[in-house]
């Protein structure tokens, strides 16, 4: 599902991962599977068991269900293929099929209410999407960023740059240590910029967008 405004109603932060979309004061996130609905601990249990070292927080936003439904259930703001099933599609008189971009259709509110649900995510493949996107000291190390590149170029790879003269400047750091130092700096978990670079970027060191040949727009 294309989702151009994502909220989510209980945010689980993984302390090995995390994602958190709100600001929030610290009163509101609370530790342990207890902290959770009675709902979600069955599969948060479940979890735990597979993973004893994995901590869940609760993070509760105040946000009412029905109301954040209804204001994601606008026209246009959340997409599905258009090749979905129309259990997936809003097929309402004058909306259905209708491609708001190319490819791509109204949802259905019951899509919007499934994706909307992290119930539905709670899993050992799924679960990843609330992980927190803040830099933790205790969980962001090298040794994790490492095995996020390995199958690229970047993995255990040092860094060389181009000069704006053209000129190849070879550093003394690895691709993980500058994402680590970054993730320091910038706040921002580690993991999540060693995820989004092989993700965006590709595993090859020879993307345009880092070649250092690309002029500035």
């Known amino acids: 599902m294309y989702n151009k405004l994502k909220k989510v109603f209980i945010i689980f932060l993984i302390y090995f991962f995390a994602f ?3 600001k929030v004061n ?5 530790d342990g599977i207890g902290s959770f609905p009675d709902s979600y601990r069955p599969y948060l249990l479940e979890l735990q068991n597979k993973h004893p070292n994995w901590k869940f927080t609760a993070l509760y936003t105040n946000l009412d ?14 997409l599905v293929p258009k090749s979905y099933s129309d259990n997936w599609k809003n ?20 899509a919007v209410e499934y994706c909307m649900d992290p119930r539905n995510f ?6 990843f999407q609330f992980e927190t996107l803040t830099y933790d000291e205790t969980t962001n190390e090298l040794d994790g960023i490492e095995k996020i590149l390995y199958g690229t170029e970047f993995y255990n790879t040092i860094v060389k740059y181009l000069t ?4 190849t400047v070879t550093m003394k750091e690895k691709y993980s240590q500058l994402i680590l130092e970054g ?4 706040k921002v978990s580690g993991y999540h910029l060693a995820s989004r670079i092989k993700q965006e970027v590709g595993p090859f060191l020879s993307h345009a967008s880092i070649s250092g040949r690309v002029s500035r727009i």
């Open 20 to 22: 958190s979309i709100y």
């Open 26 to 30: 610290a009163s509101d996130k609370k």
């Open 65 to 78: 269900w029905n109301d954040v439904i209804n204001k994601e259930n606008v026209f246009g703001k959340n």
């Open 91 to 110: 097929t309402s008189a004058g909306k259905y099929n209708i491609e708001v971009d190319k490819g791509w259709v109204d949802s259905s509110r019951k």
């Open 122 to 127: 709670l899993n050992e493949v799924r679960i």
């Open 164 to 167: 704006s003269d053209g000129k």
């Open 183 to 186: 993730a320091k700096t910038s």
